[in-house]
């Protein structure tokens, strides 16, 4: 159930199906393929460290409407660095889901253990700490807030974590706990790396009490995002024009993809306006179907399905649906 591979492998995949790098239509990942425009930046952002205190918590408290924010470099980050704040410790994850969550907290000694979503009631008084990806990734399954608020006061009573991994949800922020990140317990986590498309800029923030992120950041160091990165960050969360455009045009472009799949006889499961995934027995055949013609998905093993990311370009729509119509 757990799976370590990511999307975006390109070299990788140009070796073994012998197609140069750039004659790939990549739709293995979850990234807009239309990220906010990065304007050519000043030379001190490259020459002067970076500075902490340069507008970039406030500006990113402000976009995700929480009290406050701990910019980190990726959510992968803090991901990583978050088990060490605690001690030996139950965590329960559900499957399939992001599995970088499941491999860190292995990796600094805590019991892991996967759990069924109908499990969750039985198994939850047992948990010191639970992860949850929302919407997740692949399924794009979300759950609601009073759940999530439920789930934080039984684990926080014992002094337990209710952690969100919030990756994907700047299309649906009626369903982020980002505004409750205050309270005592509740960690939630943001990237840049999706809806804005900057999955290179290496951005994410933590939202939570400010104890919490006072640990986080001194266990990660000084200058964990460089100054190129900050300036790019404070930039795109203050866009709103952009951000308003992007959001219809992720909407409209995640439905294109829905009707397209389904004249394909793919029945989405599941997903967000930035990936569809599919459960269909033929998952890997479909995968290298589309990869023998240089198109790029996720193919995952368990359970067996396949998540298609979004075309950019009409050649790309036109593309893919063109390679559908020979394989299918
Ligand atoms: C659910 C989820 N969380 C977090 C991440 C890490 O993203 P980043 O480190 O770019 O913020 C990913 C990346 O694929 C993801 O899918």
């Avoid at 975006?8 to 393929?33: C, F, Q, V």
């Avoid at 999706?194 to 923030?205: E, I, N």
């Amino acid at each position: 159930l757990i799976e370590l591979e990511h999307g975006g492998a390109i070299h990788a995949a140009a070796e073994k199906y012998r197609i140069p790098p750039h004659e790939w239509l990549d739709l293995s990942t979850g990234i807009n393929p239309n990220p906010w425009p990065v304007p050519p930046l000043a030379m001190s952002c490259w020459h002067q460290l970076p500075q902490v205190d340069d507008g970039l918590s406030e500006i990113a408290a402000k976009y995700y409407q929480s009290e406050n924010a701990l910019p980190v470099c990726g959510s992968q980050a803090a991901i990583q660095a978050l088990p060490g704040l605690r001690k030996a410790s139950k965590v329960g994850f559900f499957a399939p889901s992001y599995a970088e969550h499941w491999r860190a907290w292995q990796r600094a000694g805590h019991q892991c253990l996967l759990i069924h979503r109908d499990e969750i009631d039985q198994v939850s008084p047992q948990l010191d700490v639970l992860v949850v990806v929302n919407p997740n990734n692949p399924t794009g399954h979300v759950v609601d807030p009073a759940t999530l608020l439920n789930w934080h006061a039984q684990l926080s009573a014992r002094g337990g974590w209710l952690l969100i991994d919030e990756a994907f949800m700047d299309m649906t922020p009626e369903y982020s706990l980002s505004r409750c990140s205050h309270r005592e317990n509740l960690i939630v986590l943001r990237s840049l790396g999706k809806f804005f498309g900057l999955a290179g800029a290496r951005v994410g923030c933590v939202l939570a009490q400010q104890g919490l992120l006072q640990q986080l950041a001194n266990q990660l160091g000084p200058w964990t995002i460089n100054h190129a990165a900050r300036t790019v960050a404070k930039l795109a969360m203050q866009d709103e024009v952009w951000q308003r455009a992007t959001k219809q045009r992720l909407i409209k472009d995640g439905e294109r993809l829905i009707r397209l799949l389904r004249q394909f006889d793919l029945q989405p499961h599941g997903g967000t306006a930035l990936f569809q995934w599919i459960r269909c027995s033929d998952a890997l055949e479909i995968h290298q179907a589309l990869a023998a013609q240089g198109i790029l998905t996720r193919y995952f093993a368990e359970p067996m399905s396949i998540r298609f990311g979004l075309p950019l370009s009409e050649d790309e729509w036109h593309r893919l649906e063109k390679t559908l119509n020979m394989i299918r």
